[in-house]
């Protein structure tokens, strides 16, 4: 069995499940924002946060550790090889606005959401909130996309 071959297709898969699920959560959410309606909004935000769970950090770990482990299995130091170190660098930063933005912000929605799913009246906090995650969420998906340039042309100079 081709090792480099195999991680090479998990860390794909990683990369298909990461971003089409931060692609199709955001608009998911964007969409269930749009309507104002409280239970189709609540439904939606428990949805983004349970599949965030899932799919994104399910796709975090495949491509990571299909990633760096093709990387040191194959001696790439993938600090100094400009193309894998771009790809790393983009892909924390966008780690750290998960982590530090985006989940504590969605967390707090989700509790939101369960209080006035049954309710008519969102609280303008939850709207705040919401504008804070379109923005960091756009930056955080923007920052992988760029990786498929780095990922695929691999540029040297």
Do not use: C
Request: aromatic fraction near 16%; glycine fraction near 8%; charge should be positive.
């Amino acid at each position: 069995m081709d090792t480099y071959l195999l991680l090479k297709s998990l860390h794909i898969l990683g990369i298909v499940l990461f971003l089409g699920n931060i692609i199709v959560s955001g608009w998911w959410k964007f969409m269930a924002d749009r309507t104002r309606n409280p239970a189709i909004i609540a439904f939606a935000q428990r949805q983004v946060t349970l599949t965030d769970y899932v799919f994104t950090l399910g796709g975090v770990l495949l491509v990571l550790g299909a990633g760096l482990g093709n990387a040191i299995l194959h001696d790439m130091d993938y600090l100094s090889v400009k193309w894998l170190a771009w790809g790393y660098w983009l892909f924390m930063v966008s780690g750290v606005i998960w982590v530090t933005v985006l989940i504590p912000v969605q967390v707090r929605q989700a509790r939101m959401a369960k209080t006035f799913a049954a309710s008519s009246e969102i609280p303008e906090s939850y709207w705040r909130l919401s504008n804070i995650w379109g923005l960091f969420g756009t930056l955080a998906t923007l920052l992988p996309l760029f990786n498929i340039y780095w990922m695929v042309f691999k540029p040297v100079g």
